[in-house]
Protein backbone atom coordinates (compact mmCIF):
# COMPACT_ATOMS: atom_id res chain seq x y z
CA UNK A 1 0.00 0.00 0.00
CA UNK A 2 1.02 3.70 -0.20
CA UNK A 3 1.65 6.44 2.37
CA UNK A 4 3.12 9.08 3.56
CA UNK A 5 6.10 8.60 5.62
CA UNK A 6 7.98 11.16 7.97
CA UNK A 7 11.66 10.89 8.94
CA UNK A 8 13.94 13.55 10.27
CA UNK A 9 11.23 16.22 9.06
CA UNK A 10 10.89 14.98 5.62
CA UNK A 11 7.73 14.01 4.32
CA UNK A 12 7.71 10.97 1.42
CA UNK A 13 5.40 8.41 -0.39
CA UNK A 14 6.53 5.15 -0.19
CA UNK A 15 5.02 1.64 -0.23
CA UNK A 16 4.59 -0.65 2.65
CA UNK A 17 2.73 -4.12 2.94
CA UNK A 18 -1.04 -4.01 3.65
CA UNK A 19 -0.73 -4.23 7.61
CA UNK A 20 -2.60 -7.35 9.62
CA UNK A 21 -4.99 -7.04 12.28
CA UNK A 22 -4.05 -8.33 15.30
CA UNK A 23 -7.12 -9.90 18.21
CA UNK A 24 -9.41 -7.50 18.63
CA UNK A 25 -8.63 -4.99 15.71
CA UNK A 26 -9.73 -4.37 12.12
CA UNK A 27 -8.20 -3.42 8.88
CA UNK A 28 -10.02 0.04 7.53
CA UNK A 29 -9.50 1.05 4.43
CA UNK A 30 -8.72 4.74 4.76
CA UNK A 31 -11.34 7.46 2.75
CA UNK A 32 -10.52 10.66 4.53
CA UNK A 33 -7.84 11.47 7.23
CA UNK A 34 -7.65 14.85 8.49
CA UNK A 35 -4.60 17.06 9.06
CA UNK A 36 -4.29 17.44 12.51
CA UNK A 37 -2.35 20.37 14.39
CA UNK A 38 0.12 17.92 16.35
CA UNK A 39 0.93 16.19 13.15
CA UNK A 40 1.94 19.61 12.40
CA UNK A 41 4.15 20.03 15.35
CA UNK A 42 5.73 16.53 15.32
CA UNK A 43 7.39 17.17 11.99
CA UNK A 44 9.49 19.53 14.03
CA UNK A 45 8.73 19.22 18.05
CA UNK A 46 8.65 15.18 18.25
CA UNK A 47 11.73 14.84 20.46
CA UNK A 48 10.15 17.44 22.73
CA UNK A 49 6.88 16.16 23.16
CA UNK A 50 8.24 12.91 23.45
CA UNK A 51 10.22 13.52 26.50
CA UNK A 52 7.40 15.21 28.26
CA UNK A 53 5.28 11.97 27.19
CA UNK A 54 7.53 9.68 29.25
CA UNK A 55 7.33 11.85 32.03
CA UNK A 56 3.31 10.78 31.91
CA UNK A 57 4.62 7.20 31.82
CA UNK A 58 4.68 6.50 28.06
CA UNK A 59 7.67 6.23 26.58
CA UNK A 60 6.87 5.30 23.28
CA UNK A 61 5.65 8.72 21.14
CA UNK A 62 7.18 9.41 17.66
CA UNK A 63 10.40 10.42 17.66
CA UNK A 64 12.41 12.38 14.96
CA UNK A 65 14.63 9.59 13.99
CA UNK A 66 11.99 7.10 13.68
CA UNK A 67 9.97 6.83 10.27
CA UNK A 68 6.40 7.05 11.02
CA UNK A 69 3.12 7.08 9.42
CA UNK A 70 1.01 10.25 10.75
CA UNK A 71 -2.92 10.64 11.01
CA UNK A 72 -5.46 9.95 13.61
CA UNK A 73 -8.16 11.60 12.18
CA UNK A 74 -9.44 8.43 10.46
CA UNK A 75 -12.61 7.80 8.29
CA UNK A 76 -12.80 4.65 6.19
CA UNK A 77 -14.69 1.40 5.34
CA UNK A 78 -13.98 -1.57 7.39
CA UNK A 79 -12.37 -4.37 5.21
CA UNK A 80 -10.91 -7.25 7.37
CA UNK A 81 -11.04 -8.75 11.22
CA UNK A 82 -8.33 -10.07 12.97
CA UNK A 83 -8.24 -12.87 15.41
CA UNK A 84 -11.33 -13.44 18.68
CA UNK A 85 -12.73 -10.32 17.71
CA UNK A 86 -16.44 -9.20 18.19
CA UNK A 87 -17.07 -9.16 14.32
CA UNK A 88 -20.39 -6.84 15.22
CA UNK A 89 -18.94 -4.51 12.26
CA UNK A 90 -19.54 -6.14 8.57
CA UNK A 91 -16.57 -5.40 5.97
CA UNK A 92 -17.82 -2.56 3.88
CA UNK A 93 -19.58 -0.47 6.98
CA UNK A 94 -17.96 3.33 7.24
CA UNK A 95 -16.69 3.79 10.37
CA UNK A 96 -14.27 6.60 12.34
CA UNK A 97 -12.31 5.08 15.63
CA UNK A 98 -11.01 6.36 18.84
CA UNK A 99 -7.08 6.48 17.68
CA UNK A 100 -5.68 3.83 20.18
CA UNK A 101 -4.94 0.35 19.43
CA UNK A 102 -3.64 -2.62 22.07
CA UNK A 103 -1.39 -5.44 21.34
CA UNK A 104 -1.97 -6.99 24.94
CA UNK A 105 -1.47 -4.63 27.53
CA UNK A 106 0.49 -2.29 25.30
CA UNK A 107 -1.65 0.95 24.35
CA UNK A 108 -0.50 3.19 21.13
CA UNK A 109 -1.59 5.92 19.84
CA UNK A 110 -2.54 5.22 15.97
CA UNK A 111 -0.31 7.70 13.95
CA UNK A 112 1.42 9.11 17.06
CA UNK A 113 3.95 6.12 17.26
CA UNK A 114 6.54 4.26 15.28
CA UNK A 115 4.50 1.17 16.95
CA UNK A 116 0.72 2.33 15.65
CA UNK A 117 1.09 3.51 11.63
CA UNK A 118 -1.79 6.17 11.22
CA UNK A 119 -4.14 7.15 8.24
CA UNK A 120 -1.74 9.11 6.06
CA UNK A 121 -2.25 5.62 4.24
CA UNK A 122 -4.26 3.55 2.40
CA UNK A 123 -5.38 1.15 4.93
CA UNK A 124 -4.81 1.38 8.87
CA UNK A 125 -5.58 -1.22 11.71
CA UNK A 126 -7.64 0.38 14.47
CA UNK A 127 -9.45 -1.53 17.88
CA UNK A 128 -12.76 -2.62 17.29
CA UNK A 129 -13.99 -2.38 20.39
CA UNK A 130 -13.18 1.50 19.86
CA UNK A 131 -14.76 1.45 16.17
CA UNK A 132 -18.05 3.22 15.94
CA UNK A 133 -20.07 2.79 12.04
CA UNK A 134 -21.21 6.23 10.65
CA UNK A 135 -25.14 7.07 10.97
CA UNK A 136 -27.38 8.45 9.00
CA UNK A 137 -25.07 8.64 5.63
CA UNK A 138 -22.74 11.49 7.18
CA UNK A 139 -20.45 12.56 4.19
CA UNK A 140 -16.82 11.49 5.12
CA UNK A 141 -15.41 14.84 4.52
CA UNK A 142 -17.88 15.55 8.03
CA UNK A 143 -17.35 12.04 9.71
CA UNK A 144 -13.36 12.60 9.51
CA UNK A 145 -13.94 15.64 11.47
CA UNK A 146 -15.72 13.64 14.40
CA UNK A 147 -12.09 13.04 16.12
CA UNK A 148 -10.92 17.07 16.22
CA UNK A 149 -14.77 17.72 17.19
CA UNK A 150 -14.38 15.59 20.14
CA UNK A 151 -11.36 17.10 21.01
CA UNK A 152 -13.04 20.60 21.35
CA UNK A 153 -16.34 18.32 22.71
CA UNK A 154 -13.88 17.37 25.81
CA UNK A 155 -12.74 20.72 26.27
CA UNK A 156 -16.57 22.61 26.59
CA UNK A 157 -17.61 19.68 28.93
CA UNK A 158 -14.23 20.55 31.17
CA UNK A 159 -15.43 24.13 31.08
CA UNK A 160 -18.53 23.78 32.76
CA UNK A 161 -19.76 26.31 30.05
CA UNK A 162 -23.69 26.86 30.34
CA UNK A 163 -25.69 28.81 28.10
CA UNK A 164 -26.08 32.23 30.46
CA UNK A 165 -22.22 32.66 30.01
CA UNK A 166 -19.53 34.01 28.32
CA UNK A 167 -16.82 32.21 26.39
CA UNK A 168 -14.28 33.60 25.35
CA UNK A 169 -12.00 31.61 22.46
CA UNK A 170 -8.13 32.85 21.91
CA UNK A 171 -6.86 31.56 18.58
CA UNK A 172 -9.17 30.64 15.77
CA UNK A 173 -6.90 27.52 14.03
CA UNK A 174 -8.63 24.45 13.77
CA UNK A 175 -8.77 23.64 17.56
CA UNK A 176 -10.23 27.31 18.10
CA UNK A 177 -12.88 26.71 15.46
CA UNK A 178 -14.01 23.75 16.62
CA UNK A 179 -14.26 24.63 20.24
CA UNK A 180 -16.65 27.82 19.05
CA UNK A 181 -18.81 25.41 16.81
CA UNK A 182 -19.72 23.07 20.10
CA UNK A 183 -20.14 26.36 22.33
CA UNK A 184 -22.73 27.44 19.77
CA UNK A 185 -24.42 23.99 18.92
CA UNK A 186 -24.80 23.97 23.31
CA UNK A 187 -26.63 27.19 23.11
CA UNK A 188 -23.95 29.47 25.02
CA UNK A 189 -25.52 33.20 24.46
CA UNK A 190 -22.20 35.29 23.79
CA UNK A 191 -19.11 33.72 22.34
CA UNK A 192 -16.22 35.82 21.65
CA UNK A 193 -13.51 34.99 19.01
CA UNK A 194 -9.90 36.89 18.77
CA UNK A 195 -7.03 35.96 16.11
CA UNK A 196 -5.23 38.11 14.48
CA UNK A 197 -5.85 36.66 11.15
CA UNK A 198 -8.61 38.12 8.45
CA UNK A 199 -9.17 34.49 7.51
CA UNK A 200 -9.78 32.38 10.01
CA UNK A 201 -11.74 35.80 12.48
CA UNK A 202 -14.13 34.91 8.61
CA UNK A 203 -14.23 31.21 9.74
CA UNK A 204 -14.71 31.99 13.74
CA UNK A 205 -18.19 34.21 12.50
CA UNK A 206 -19.05 31.15 10.17
CA UNK A 207 -18.84 28.71 12.84
CA UNK A 208 -20.75 30.96 15.15
CA UNK A 209 -18.76 33.49 17.52
CA UNK A 210 -20.60 36.15 18.04
CA UNK A 211 -18.16 38.74 18.88
CA UNK A 212 -14.85 38.52 16.75
CA UNK A 213 -11.80 40.36 17.59
CA UNK A 214 -8.68 41.37 16.13
CA UNK A 215 -6.64 41.50 18.97
CA UNK A 216 -3.92 43.96 17.33
CA UNK A 217 -7.43 46.58 17.22
CA UNK A 218 -9.29 45.61 19.79
CA UNK A 219 -9.13 43.68 23.00
CA UNK A 220 -11.24 40.43 23.63
CA UNK A 221 -10.86 41.04 27.06
CA UNK A 222 -12.71 44.17 26.92
CA UNK A 223 -15.80 42.88 25.05
CA UNK A 224 -15.74 39.98 27.46
CA UNK A 225 -16.04 42.65 30.26
CA UNK A 226 -19.17 44.80 28.58
CA UNK A 227 -21.92 44.88 30.31
CA UNK A 228 -21.21 41.55 31.82
CA UNK A 229 -20.45 42.71 35.84
CA UNK A 230 -17.18 41.13 35.71
CA UNK A 231 -14.81 42.36 38.16
CA UNK A 232 -11.51 43.36 36.27
CA UNK A 233 -9.73 44.57 39.27
CA UNK A 234 -9.13 44.08 42.96
CA UNK A 235 -10.23 47.09 44.33
CA UNK A 236 -13.62 46.34 42.28
CA UNK A 237 -13.85 43.56 44.34
CA UNK A 238 -13.49 44.72 48.24
CA UNK A 239 -15.71 47.83 46.96
CA UNK A 240 -18.25 45.08 46.21
CA UNK A 241 -18.08 43.40 49.20
CA UNK A 242 -18.35 46.46 51.42
CA UNK A 243 -21.17 48.04 49.56
CA UNK A 244 -22.91 44.48 50.17
CA UNK A 245 -21.94 44.45 53.82
CA UNK A 246 -23.37 48.30 53.65
CA UNK A 247 -26.99 47.31 52.25
CA UNK A 248 -27.49 43.94 54.32
CA UNK A 249 -26.58 46.23 57.68
CA UNK A 250 -29.98 48.05 56.88
CA UNK A 251 -32.18 44.74 56.97
CA UNK A 252 -33.94 43.20 60.24
CA UNK A 253 -30.84 40.16 60.52
CA UNK A 254 -27.51 39.97 60.87
CA UNK A 255 -25.28 40.80 57.69
CA UNK A 256 -23.84 37.24 57.76
CA UNK A 257 -26.84 35.87 57.93
CA UNK A 258 -28.64 37.13 54.88
CA UNK A 259 -25.13 36.76 53.03
CA UNK A 260 -25.47 32.95 53.82
CA UNK A 261 -28.78 32.78 52.42
CA UNK A 262 -27.50 34.29 49.42
CA UNK A 263 -24.98 32.28 48.94
CA UNK A 264 -26.94 29.00 48.92
CA UNK A 265 -28.73 30.38 46.05
CA UNK A 266 -25.57 31.61 44.37
CA UNK A 267 -26.18 34.96 44.63
CA UNK A 268 -22.74 35.58 45.75
CA UNK A 269 -21.29 33.64 43.13
CA UNK A 270 -18.78 35.93 41.44
CA UNK A 271 -19.59 36.63 37.57
CA UNK A 272 -16.77 35.40 35.04
CA UNK A 273 -16.20 34.62 31.62
CA UNK A 274 -14.91 31.13 30.55
CA UNK A 275 -11.81 31.32 28.79
CA UNK A 276 -10.72 28.71 26.01
CA UNK A 277 -6.75 29.20 25.01
CA UNK A 278 -6.79 27.70 21.72
CA UNK A 279 -3.12 28.82 20.15
CA UNK A 280 -0.38 27.04 22.43
CA UNK A 281 2.67 29.65 22.09
CA UNK A 282 5.09 30.62 25.01
CA UNK A 283 3.84 33.76 26.51
CA UNK A 284 -0.29 32.84 25.86
CA UNK A 285 -1.02 31.87 29.32
CA UNK A 286 0.79 34.66 31.29
CA UNK A 287 -0.78 36.98 28.84
CA UNK A 288 -4.58 35.54 30.22
CA UNK A 289 -3.46 35.44 33.75
CA UNK A 290 -2.48 39.53 33.15
CA UNK A 291 -5.45 40.40 31.55
CA UNK A 292 -8.25 37.78 32.04
CA UNK A 293 -11.24 39.40 34.44
CA UNK A 294 -11.49 37.84 38.09
CA UNK A 295 -12.23 34.51 39.32
CA UNK A 296 -12.00 33.68 35.23
CA UNK A 297 -11.85 29.54 33.88
CA UNK A 298 -9.33 29.26 31.73
CA UNK A 299 -8.96 26.04 29.93
CA UNK A 300 -6.08 25.15 28.29
CA UNK A 301 -6.77 23.72 25.04
CA UNK A 302 -3.59 24.60 22.72
CA UNK A 303 -0.59 22.59 23.18
CA UNK A 304 2.74 24.76 23.93
CA UNK A 305 5.18 22.68 22.27
CA UNK A 306 8.32 23.89 24.77
CA UNK A 307 8.85 25.03 28.11
CA UNK A 308 7.01 28.66 29.32
CA UNK A 309 6.52 30.76 32.39
CA UNK A 310 3.93 32.30 33.79
CA UNK A 311 3.44 34.40 37.10
CA UNK A 312 1.69 32.27 39.68
CA UNK A 313 0.63 35.37 41.65
CA UNK A 314 -1.53 36.51 39.25
CA UNK A 315 -3.52 33.59 39.42
CA UNK A 316 -3.71 33.46 43.10
CA UNK A 317 -4.53 37.00 43.39
CA UNK A 318 -7.00 36.83 41.05
CA UNK A 319 -8.35 33.22 41.93
CA UNK A 320 -8.67 32.16 38.58
CA UNK A 321 -9.61 29.01 37.82
CA UNK A 322 -6.59 27.22 35.40
CA UNK A 323 -7.83 23.45 33.84
CA UNK A 324 -6.35 22.16 31.00
CA UNK A 325 -7.47 19.61 28.71
CA UNK A 326 -6.31 16.31 26.17
CA UNK A 327 -8.31 14.04 24.10
CA UNK A 328 -11.81 13.20 24.68
CA UNK A 329 -13.61 10.08 26.53
CA UNK A 330 -15.20 7.44 24.17
CA UNK A 331 -18.69 8.18 25.15
CA UNK A 332 -17.76 11.71 23.99
CA UNK A 333 -16.16 10.66 20.86
CA UNK A 334 -20.24 8.54 20.45
CA UNK A 335 -21.92 11.62 21.37
CA UNK A 336 -19.52 13.89 18.69
CA UNK A 337 -19.94 11.74 16.12
CA UNK A 338 -23.91 11.31 16.22
CA UNK A 339 -24.33 15.23 16.95
CA UNK A 340 -22.55 15.71 13.66
CA UNK A 341 -24.59 12.87 12.02
CA UNK A 342 -28.10 14.67 13.20
CA UNK A 343 -27.03 18.11 12.40
CA UNK A 344 -27.04 19.57 15.69
CA UNK A 345 -23.14 20.35 15.06
CA UNK A 346 -22.01 21.87 12.61
CA UNK A 347 -18.40 21.62 11.36
CA UNK A 348 -18.63 22.01 8.34
CA UNK A 349 -16.63 25.47 8.01
CA UNK A 350 -13.42 23.99 9.13
CA UNK A 351 -13.10 21.81 5.71
CA UNK A 352 -10.87 24.40 3.62
CA UNK A 353 -8.81 21.66 1.47
CA UNK A 354 -7.98 17.73 0.20
CA UNK A 355 -4.93 16.47 -1.15
CA UNK A 356 -3.87 13.20 -2.42
CA UNK A 357 -1.12 11.37 -0.09
CA UNK A 358 2.16 12.81 -2.73
CA UNK A 359 0.53 16.06 -1.27
CA UNK A 360 0.96 15.74 2.15
CA UNK A 361 4.34 17.66 1.97
CA UNK A 362 2.44 20.68 0.11
CA UNK A 363 0.15 20.32 2.75
CA UNK A 364 2.06 20.99 5.55
CA UNK A 365 3.95 24.08 3.81
CA UNK A 366 0.22 25.46 2.90
CA UNK A 367 -1.06 25.22 6.60
CA UNK A 368 1.93 26.82 8.22
CA UNK A 369 0.22 30.53 6.56
CA UNK A 370 -3.20 30.94 8.76
CA UNK A 371 -4.83 32.56 5.74
CA UNK A 372 -5.02 29.62 3.52
CA UNK A 373 -6.51 26.95 5.29
CA UNK A 374 -8.01 25.36 8.35
CA UNK A 375 -8.61 21.57 8.15
CA UNK A 376 -7.25 20.16 5.17
CA UNK A 377 -8.13 15.93 4.73
CA UNK A 378 -6.04 13.64 3.08
CA UNK A 379 -7.97 11.38 0.15
CA UNK A 380 -5.67 8.71 -0.29
CA UNK A 381 -7.87 8.54 -4.02
CA UNK A 382 -7.02 11.16 -5.40
CA UNK A 383 -3.82 11.54 -7.58
CA UNK A 384 -2.96 15.27 -7.22
CA UNK A 385 -0.54 16.30 -5.45
CA UNK A 386 -1.68 19.86 -4.88
CA UNK A 387 -3.83 20.92 -2.52
CA UNK A 388 -7.44 21.34 -4.08
CA UNK A 389 -9.47 24.41 -2.10
CA UNK A 390 -12.64 23.65 -1.54
Not at 197 to 209: F, M, P, V
Amino acid sequence: MRAAALTQGRLELIDLPTPRPGAGQLLVEVKRCGICGSDLHARHHADELAEALELCGYPRYLRSDQRVILGHEIYGEVVDHGPWGANRIKPGTPVVSVPLVRRGRQVDGVGLSAHAPGGYAEHVVVQEALTLPVPNGLPADVAALTEPMAVAWHAVTRGEVTRKDVAVVLGCGPVGLAVIAVLKSRGVATVIASDYSAGRRTLATKCGADIVVDPAVDSPWGEASAGHGFMTTMPDEYNAGIDAIEGMTKLPLPWWTAWRALDKIGATHPKRPVVFECVGVPGMLDGILAEAPLHSRVVVVGVCMGADAIRPSLAVNKELDLRFVVGYTPLEFRDTLHALADGTLDASHLITGRVGLAGVGEAFTTLADPEGHAKILIDPRLASDQVLTL
